[in-house]
C-alpha cells in the first residue's frame, strides 16, 4: 500500500469534521461570487471539487481527506471570505490545493509517492500554477481587457508570495508526514548503486570530434565575451558570460569527479544555450524582440532534461514510488514552470538590489510582457523535451539515482 493512500482510511469522526469544513467552502464560493472575486471562487471550487472527489470514488461517505489537512487548505480561503487581508493572494489556497491533490493522486491514480517527494511535488506544483496563472490573466488583461495584473511589481510580488507559499506548503506537509500516525512507514528501497554510463545521445549534425570543436570554439567566444565585459569594466556582461562559460565547463567537470561521460551532442547543446544568452547580453535581447524567446526555449530545454532526470532517479531510487509516463511529461512542464518563476524571482531580486545600491541590475526585467514571453517560451522548450527527447537524459537519470535519497525520505 502506498504511504500517501493510508491517509485516506474510513473514520467517522474525522469525515464529519471534513464535511462541516466542505460546507463552509461552498458557502464561500457563494459570497466570492457576489463579491466579483473570480479568481478565489476558481480557487475554492477547486478545492471543493478535490475534497468531494474522495468520498465519490470510494462510494463512502466515511472515507474524507484528513481534515487537519483540510482546515490547512481552508484557512486561507476563510481568511480571505472574512476580508480580514485583502491584499492576500489565492496563490495560498492553491498551494493547499497541492496538498491534498497529491493525496488523492496517490490514492486514485496508478501514481506512488513517498512523502518526500509528494511535499517536492507540492513546491513545484505551486510555483508552476503562478506562473501559468501570470500567464493567464496577462491573456485575459490584453484580450478581453480586465485587469487582473496592473503592473511588473504586482505580478512579481504574487509569484514571490505564491513561491513562499508554495514551501511553507511543501515544509508543513513534510513535517505532517513525520508525525501523523495513520500514515504507513515505508523505508525507500533500492541501493541507488550505478556504473559508468553515457547518454542515448543527441541527435545533432556531425560526430563527436565536430561536436567537441564547436563546443571548443564557443567557450572561446564566451571567453572573448568575459574579457571585453572586464576591460570596459562591464560587470552585468561580465557575470552574464562568465557564468555562462562557467556551465560549459560542468560536463568535464562530472567526467572527471564522478566517470560520468555526457553524450557529446548533449553538450553541445547545453554549450548552445549558455553562448545564446551571453550574446543576447551584448545588446540583442534589446534589439530583437524574438531572441528572448529563443534563448529562453534553448535553456528551458536543458532544464526540463533536469527535471526528467530527477524524476526517473527518483523511481530507480526506490520501488516506493511509481510513475507514468503522462505523470513524467507533465512533471517535466511543472519543473520548467517552477524553474521559471524561480528566475524570475531572481530578475526581480536583481534589479531591487540594483535600486538599493546603485548601478545597473545583473539580470534584467523588461516588463510584465517580458516576463509572461519567459514563461511562455520555457514552457515551450519542456513540451519539446517531455515529448521528443526525454530518453536522452535517462542514463543522467542512472547517475542521480545513488544520490536523491533526500527527495525520497520522510514518513518513514
Given amino acids: 500500500m502506498s504511504s500517501l493512500r493510508s491517509l485516506l482510511a474510513p473514520h467517522w469522526a474525522d469525515a464529519l469534521a471534513a464535511w462541516a469544513i466542505t460546507v463552509g467552502l461552498v458557502a464561500a464560493v457563494g459570497q466570492f461570487r457576489v463579491t466579483g472575486e473570480p479568481d478565489w471562487a476558481l480557487f475554492t471550487t477547486l478545492l471543493v471539487a478535490v475534497v468531494v472527489v474522495v468520498p465519490l470514488a470510494t462510494r463512502d461517505p466515511a472515507v474524507t481527506v484528513p481534515a487537519e489537512l483540510l482546515a490547512v487548505a481552508a484557512l486561507p480561503v476563510a481568511v480571505r471570505a472574512a476580508g480580514a487581508f485583502p491584499q492576500a493572494t489565492p496563490f495560498v489556497a ?68 505564491a513561491t513562499a507559499a508554495g514551501i511553507g506548503a511543501g515544509v508543513l506537509l513534510d513535517v505532517y508526514f513525520r508525525f501523523s500516525d495513520r500514515i504507513d512507514r515505508l523505508r525507500a528501497a533500492g541501493d541507488g548503486g550505478t556504473t559508468a554510463t553515457t547518454d542515448a545521445g543527441v541527435d545533432l549534425p556531425g560526430d563527436a570530434h565536430q561536436h567537441t570543436r564547436l563546443v571548443r570554439t564557443l567557450q572561446l567566444l564566451l571567453l ?25 565547463l560542468l560536463p568535464a567537470l562530472f567526467r572527471r569527479e564522478y566517470d560520468y561521460a555526457m553524450d557529446t551532442g548533449l553538450v553541445l547543446w547545453i554549450t548552445l544555450a549558455a553562448t545564446l544568452h551571453a550574446v543576447g547580453a551584448l545588446g540583442l535581447y534589446e534589439s530583437l524582440g524574438w531572441y528572448d524567446s529563443l534563448t529562453h526555449t534553448f535553456s528551458a530545454s536543458i532544464v526540463a532534461g533536469v527535471g526528467y532526470a530527477l524524476a526517473r532517479s527518483v523511481e530507480r531510487h526506490t520501488t516506493a514510488v511509481t510513475f507514468t509516463r503522462g505523470f513524467r511529461a507533465t512533471f517535466v512542464v511543472l519543473f520548467v514552470l517552477a524553474v521559471g518563476v524561480a528566475w524570475e524571482i531572481l530578475e526581480f531580486a536583481s ?5 538599493l545600491i546603485g548601478g545597473e541590475a545583473v539580470l534584467a526585467q523588461y516588463g510584465t510582457t517580458d516576463i509572461v514571453n519567459d514563461l511562455v517560451f520555457n514552457t515551450v522548450g519542456a513540451v519539446l523535451v517531455a515529448g521528443f527527447a526525454s530518453a536522452h537524459f535517462e542514463s543522467l537519470a542512472v547517475r542521480l539515482a545513488g544520490s536523491v535519497g533526500v527527495l525520497v525520505r520522510g514518513g518513514e
Fill in 224 to 248: 572573448g565575451i568575459a574579457g571585453v565585459a572586464l576591460v570596459r569594466g562591464n560587470a552585468t556582461l561580465a557575470v552574464n558570460s562568465l557564468g555562462p562559460l562557467a556551465i560549459t
Fill in 351 to 355: 534589479g531591487g538590489l540594483a535600486t
Fill in 94 to 161: 492553491a498551494a493547499a490545493l497541492a496538498m491534498l491533490v497529491a493525496v488523492v493522486l496517490d490514492a486514485f491514480t496508478s501514481l506512488s509517492m513517498t512523502p518526500r517527494f509528494a511535499a517536492v511535488f507540492v513546491v513545484i506544483t505551486t510555483m508552476a500554477a503562478a506562473g501559468t496563472w501570470a500567464a493567464g490573466t496577462f491573456a485575459a488583461d490584453t484580450v478581453a481587457g480586465t485587469a487582473f495584473v496592473t503592473d511588473k511589481t504586482e505580478l512579481m510580488w504574487d509569484l514571490v508570495v
